[in-house]
């Protein structure tokens, strides 16, 4: 039986937000392949259909900032 941690527990949230997503996408702006990673991730963005608590609209701003980022970077 899997086990689900609630979301909220003693008033404060628990699980996966928009700041960890965030975190997320900048380890992968530090990785090598990150404008592959990153191209790659704004597509599954385009697909994916529950965001549950996540803010689509950051997030997308936010691998947008980083891709431009790393794009610009000395090879």
């Known amino acids: 039986m899997p ?3 609630p979301n909220k ?3 404060k ?3 996966w937000n ?3 997503e965030i975190e ?3 380890r992968l702006a530090t990785r090598d392949a990150a404008p592959d990673l990153l191209r790659g991730y704004l597509l599954s963005l385009g697909k994916r259909t ?3 608590t996540l ?3 950051s997030l997308v701003t936010h691998v947008q900032l980083r ?3 790393v794009e610009r970077r000395p090879s």
């Open 9 to 11: 527990q003693s008033g």
């Open 50 to 52: 529950d965001f549950a």
């Open 18 to 20: 928009t700041d960890n």
């Open 3 to 5: 086990c689900t941690p």
């Open 55 to 57: 803010e689509h609209d």
């Open 13 to 15: 949230e628990r699980g």
């Open 67 to 69: 891709l431009s980022e």
């Open 24 to 26: 997320f996408i900048d």
